[in-house]
């Protein structure tokens, strides 16, 4: 296995639960993610996309393999970013401060913690929303609040978990076009699991997962 790997993942498996009632979300799954990559895992649902996704973010342990993040230091799980499919934002904290929470936890002063909470913001368009409550704000936008909340953390790669599911065909692809114009301006690999066809006609790289089983294929031409 190549040693620039953001992420691999060994025969990983996963299984939750014990006896007759244990479910194998992940069979034993091979696939390493580089630098610039923009992969979409795509299969039906119940086929373990988020179980993967889990494990190469460190969210899971696998019961049986193993996942590396080669190209990160050890404590550089947290250049990981993951975006889940509810925006879950913080009811009483404006957009801004949401998209900061993360970095606050983890210590970053001002001035620097609210240049890159400017910079996420604007990077997925929605800067001008900084001072709204989430309950003032579409779906769709908060959804690009949680994406600006990962990106604030400068993450070498990102990882999102059917980030369109829950909004319609125009405010998915809007979301799409942010997520893949900021890992590019980051430089950061991109995977992400979904059922959206027009989300994965427009990544590079399709992954497939069938009862728990990843397929993973060469990188074809996108179409638009
Ligand atoms: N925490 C858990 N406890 C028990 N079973 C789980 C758990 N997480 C996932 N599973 C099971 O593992 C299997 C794979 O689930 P997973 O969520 O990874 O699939 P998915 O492809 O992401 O599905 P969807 O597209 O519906 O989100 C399913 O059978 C699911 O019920």
């Known amino acids: 296995m190549s040693t620039d790997a953001l ?35 795509a299969g039906p649902s119940g086929s373990g996309k988020s179980t993967l996704l889990h494990l190469m973010a460190g969210l899971e342990r696998p019961t049986r393999g193993t996942v590396t ?98 909004l319609d065909r125009a405010a998915g692809q809007r979301l799409l076009d942010a997520l893949l114009a900021a890992t590019e301006h980051l430089g950061a690999a991109l995977v992400v699991t979904t059922h959206d066809r027009t989300v994965i006609d427009r990544l590079e790289t399709r992954w497939t997962m069938h009862e728990g089983r990843l397929r993973t294929t060469a990188d074809r031409t996108v179409t638009s």
Not at 15 to 23: E, I, K, L, P, R
Not at 70 to 79: K, S, T, Y
């Open 7 to 41: 992420v691999v993942c060994d025969d990983v498996a996963r299984t939750f639960g014990s006896g007759a009632a244990a479910v194998v979300a992940v069979h034993g799954s091979s696939c390493s993610v580089h630098s610039g990559a923009r992969i979409a895992i």
């Open 69 to 166: 993040w080669p190209a990160l230091d050890p404590a550089g799980i947290r250049d990981i970013g993951v975006v889940f499919q509810s925006p879950s934002l913080v009811p009483n904290l404006d957009v801004r401060e949401n998209a900061g929470l993360p970095l606050v936890i983890a210590g970053v002063e001002d001035p620097g913690r609210a240049e890159r909470v400017s910079e996420a913001l604007a990077l997925v368009g929605v800067d001008d929303l900084a001072t709204k409550l989430p309950e003032e704000i579409s779906g769709g936008q908060a959804q690009r609040v949680a994406v600006a909340r990962v990106l604030a953390q400068r993450p070498r790669l990102l990882l999102a978990d059917e980030p369109t599911g829950q």
